[in-house]
């Protein structure tokens, strides 16, 4: 990452980020973000723009926020100790339970969030993507909540993976688009959301699902979503005793773990980020963009991306369809780039494995995208022993099943603990 950041602005440009200066007027992260838009959108995201820097700081709107978690979302979601997954690995493991959240995963937390902006917007209507489904189904949730017409775009191929989530989307009243162009996974489902937004940018709402995107959707997102680790460091230290030696979240698009890891940035905490490594190294055989990736633009931001050696975008491999994504949220860029989070990959089997064993030990069923970072804990665990670990657990695994049902339990080696 030498040729984007030199290691002489890393410092700089990471205290930025910590005192709130970054992103910065052009949206930018360091040299990362920004917004590469068609002209057609450039009204709708001035909008959102203004909106977001007239209401989110306000009194009123936090006011609303905090009520709609405490109330509605049930926060603050738990965090557990888990006794039997700590004497396997030897370290002291905590879990920051967001499957506890309503509809099952932290995207509840950001869903609610710009539904109640786009009530303040005016807005007639809402659009969202979704890729495992559980952005869509939180979106279809907050707009039942504050009685916001849904459509969620779907590529076909995760419709056919989850099916459960496709139902309970269509139980809370959303409709469901099913995107047959490009990949038919979470990339197709963005451009096609995107499309359907320049058709009205006045009436329609896009509620995007993660750290992505041109600005201010990175900085919204990440906002909405910090509550994970602003409850986490408070959760810790009064529950555990300290704050953790390591933090592990699985990254996709990076919602989940840039809302555990912001408010931690300035804690003398490794913070590590699990992508999915799929079934090998080569373009397409995984999701691990900041493992494998290279500069460049995807929908609407510069950051980091999988692409051949043309600028092609490529398509991705994961059994896990939260993190079947090409790209990765710009503010992961730059912590990667100025060191402050370490990116890794953990591959299908290694994530399968570690979900049996939690399933095993903590009688937890984790979503196929956590079990990514469960993976690469244990790792380190093994090589840091007697250490103190907090893993963001994203959403539960009842999602998961059509998938699971593929991968029958392999042995019971697990429960002998």
């Known amino acids: 990452m030498s040729s984007v950041i030199k290691s002489s602005e890393s410092e700089e440009l990471l205290q930025a980020l910590l005192d709130g200066r970054l992103p910065d007027e052009r949206g930018r992260f360091g040299p990362f973000g920004g917004r590469y838009i068609p002209e057609t959108l450039v009204p709708a995201f001035e909008r959102l723009e203004q909106g977001v820097r007239e209401h989110l700081p306000s009194e009123s709107f936090q006011e ?11 926060r603050p979601t738990a965090l557990s100790f888990a006794p039997r997954l700590s004497e396997r690995w030897g370290t002291e493991v905590w879990i920051k339970r967001e499957d506890l959240a309503h509809t099952g995963a932290h995207k509840i937390n950001n869903a609610i969030g710009q539904a109640l902006l786009a009530k303040r917007l005016g807005a007639e209507r809402v659009i969202a993507e979704t890729g495992a489904g559980q952005h869509g189904v939180a979106s279809a949730a907050a707009c039942a909540r504050l009685g916001l ?21 269509h139980r809370l009243g959303a409709e469901v688009f099913p995107v047959e162009s490009g990949d038919k996974t979470l990339r197709a489902a963005i451009d096609e959301a995107l499309r359907e937004w320049v058709s009205d940018p006045a009436g329609i709402y896009y509620l995007l699902g993660s750290a992505v995107g041109a600005h201010p959707y990175p900085y919204l997102v990440r906002e909405l979503q ?42 003398p905490i490794e913070l590590i980020g699990v992508e999915a490594g799929g079934i090998g190294n080569g373009l397409g055989e995984n ?11 995807l929908q609407g931001s510069y950051s980091i991306i999988l692409q051949d050696k043309d600028g092609n975008v490529q398509e991705t491999q994961s ?3 939260g993190l079947d994504y090409s790209g990765v949220g710009p503010e992961h860029a730059l912590l990667q780039a100025v060191g402050r989070v370490k990116y890794v990959a953990a591959s299908d089997d290694e994530a399968l494995e570690a979900l049996e064993e939690l399933c095993e030990l903590e009688g937890i069923l984790t979503a196929l995208e956590t079990a990514h970072a469960y993976a690469y804990a244990k790792k380190w665990s093994v090589d840091n022993p007697v250490k103190r670990v907090l893993i963001g657990n994203s959403g539960r695994g009842d ?11 392999r042995t019971r080696k697990h429960a002998g603990a």
Request: aromatic content about 8%; hydrophobic content about 35%; glycine content about 12%.
């Open 149 to 169: 017409p849904c459509r969620v775009y779907m590529g076909a191929v995760d419709i056919e993976r989850q099916a459960p989530n496709v139902d309970r989307m």
């Open 287 to 297: 999701a691990a963009t900041l493992a494998t990736g290279t500069p460049g633009v």
């Open 64 to 74: 609303d926020y905090a009520r709609e978690l405490r109330e509605w979302v049930g």
């Open 319 to 321: 059994v896990s369809a």
């Open 399 to 409: 999602k998961d099943m059509p998938t699971l049902t593929k991968y029958p339990p």
């Open 226 to 267: 910090s509550v994970i680790g602003k409850e986490s460091r408070e959760q810790m230290t009064r529950q555990a005793g300290g704050l953790p030696d390591a933090a592990f979240a699985c990254v996709g698009g990076g919602s989940n773990a840039i809302g555990l890891f912001y408010p931690l940035l300035n804690d």
